[in-house]
């Protein structure tokens, strides 16, 4: 990885959720470039460890289910038992669910019967993804957040462009990231006093393996839905991981942004500030 700049976070013990995705494996390479001892947590044991092993010494990976307050407190355990307190937590754990996604942008009538509409969105949907989104971080924040009280530290969000302007087909998404910008807002009060910060980076549109199947087909030729996207991003173009890494490292550096807490950054080529004409 070649880092825009670098930051000194010798300093720094860093648990990242989520890690086994695209963005968050960057974000933890980006870290332990940097100097941090960095704990990779997530679900997917496997796919942490994939890439934790590609860091090297400086990173571990932790099955961690941030859904479960007793899995979080057992991940925590085990990256004390490797690195210490951790003073830096990302709550990098979020995503939708298919059953909470319509099939048309706007209401139509339907009369074949074979559209996913707004009334046929499921409970269940609903409630993982605001679960998986405000749940997790609120119970991950939780349990780390206990040893930063007397020591101060540093918690980063993981918001959206839902959270600035709903998107289509996916209300509960863009309302549980609304929720996400609200919460750290919150955080970065309650905290304050403690000396912990806590901001949010909402990307724009990236390419993950969560959403390909929506921005392009089995043959790789964009969707509608990208054609959309990028007419309506003055940089007309998705964003590369590489474009959040600066960001990260500015929020992560209490030297560079120690007066920064409470702001949630969007990083998305203008596409919160495009009215479309």
Known sequence: MKLPFKVDLSDKVAAVTGAGGVLMSEFAKALAECGAKVALLDINYEA???YADEIGENAIAVRCNCLDKQS????????????GKVNFLINGAGGNNPKATCDNETMTPDLSGEIKTFFDLEESGIKFVFDLNILSAFLTTQVFAA????????ILNISSM???RPLTKIPAYSAAKA???NF???LAVHFAPCGIRCNAIAPGFFVTNQNRALLFR????PTPRTDKILSATPQKRFGETEDLIGTLLWLASDEASGFVTGSVIAVDGGFAAYSGV
């Open 48 to 50: 942490a460890k994939k």
């Open 72 to 83: 979080i407190i057992q991940a925590k355990e085990t990256v004390g038992e490797a690195f």
């Open 147 to 154: 040893d930063m009280v007397q020591t101060g530290g540093n």
């Open 162 to 164: 839902n959270a600035f």
């Open 179 to 181: 929720g996400i910008s």
């Open 184 to 186: 750290t807002q919150w």
């Open 218 to 221: 089995a043959d790789g030729t």
